[in-house]
């Protein structure tokens, strides 16, 4: 969570432009898939903190990837008709 690698700055993002952050998106999600398919169901009820299981994890971040595209797609309309 504390990577550099999750907090990039506005300079890092910009200077690696849009195409390479799209890339770098579909590489997580495809790193994550392959490795979610190589385990079995039962780990989604397993704890990954005292608070929280592999489930809610995974929820999670699909809900932290779901709402930045949401935000993308609305900026992107927005500009689309300026």
Same mark, same amino acid.
């Given at each position: 969570m504390? $990577? +550099?690698a999750n907090? $990039?700055?506005p300079e890092k993002l910009k200077s690696l432009g849009w195409d390479q952050i799209r890339k770098l998106l +579909? +590489? $997580?999600q495809h790193d994550l898939t392959t490795l979610? $398919? +190589?385990q079995k169901d039962s780990l989604l009820s397993k704890p990954y903190t005292e608070k929280a299981s592999y489930e809610d994890?995974?929820?999670g971040i699909?809900?932290?990837?779901l709402y930045h595209t949401g935000q993308i797609a609305y900026l992107k309309s927005i500009f689309a008709h300026k």
């Amino acid at each position: 969570m504390k $990577s +550099e690698a999750n907090w $990039s700055t506005p300079e890092k993002l910009k200077s690696l432009g849009w195409d390479q952050i799209r890339k770098l998106l +579909e +590489e $997580s999600q495809h790193d994550l898939t392959t490795l979610l $398919s +190589e385990q079995k169901d039962s780990l989604l009820s397993k704890p990954y903190t005292e608070k929280a299981s592999y489930e809610d994890l995974i929820v999670g971040i699909l809900q932290h990837d779901l709402y930045h595209t949401g935000q993308i797609a609305y900026l992107k309309s927005i500009f689309a008709h300026k």
